[in-house]
């Protein structure tokens, strides 16, 4: 991963609980966030003593290099926003300078924390489809536009690998959105689903409350058949 192809962009703690992938209701001890990249959501939980571990290429880089990058890329990210607002839904985000503030705020709420949280190996990085974690050492794994959304960059057999991978060291695993950049069902979507039925894993596609991107709004959720 070469940093000056990163375009950092991340969600906060709100927005991961509206695609679902997280309630404080679900009594869950040990999440492992899969590309959480610059995401607030990581901090937010730590600070609400949540235990997380996310992993993610971008987190071989310095607090330095990244904040330089987000401050590289947020004109052009907002630019290309503005000339593509027809694909997203303004609903619970108003308009382009909202979305630009929440990014920003979310993404300088992680950098607050990032030099800490590596230092005491809360931020890992790590890439799918391998990960270094012990078998089910954690309640949950999740991946927040990061599977399925790049589809056309990874393909099934990585989908496959990295679900797999992810289902050996959680317990469930949840997966939103399930759309690619095109605003389509990703083409992986049935391939994974028939292939981790198969191997004994219960699928379900849940509808969330979250659509940004318009029509993702569900939410993949698997378990193994044992944790049913
Ligand atoms: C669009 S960002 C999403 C960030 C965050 N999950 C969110 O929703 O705000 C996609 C993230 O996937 C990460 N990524 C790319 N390749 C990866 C891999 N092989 N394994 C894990 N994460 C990866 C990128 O570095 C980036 O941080």
Redesign the pocket.
Known sequence: ?QLEN?VP???NLQEYQEMGLYSDTDKIKKILG??????SVHSELTKLEVDIVS????YRFSKAQIAKRVEETSDVISEQLRKNQNDFVWKNIPNVDALINLRLSAMKEFLDDYALGKEEGRYQHQ??PELSFKDQAFDLAWS???LF?YSEHFNLEFHQKAVLEMLRVAKEVRIFPLLDLNNQISSHLSGVIEFLEQNGYGCKIEKTNYEFQKGANEMLRITNAANR
């Open positions: 991963m990163v962009w991340g969600r899969c590309g959480d990249g610059p995401a992993i993610d290429p971008v890439e799918l927040s536009h990061f959304l």
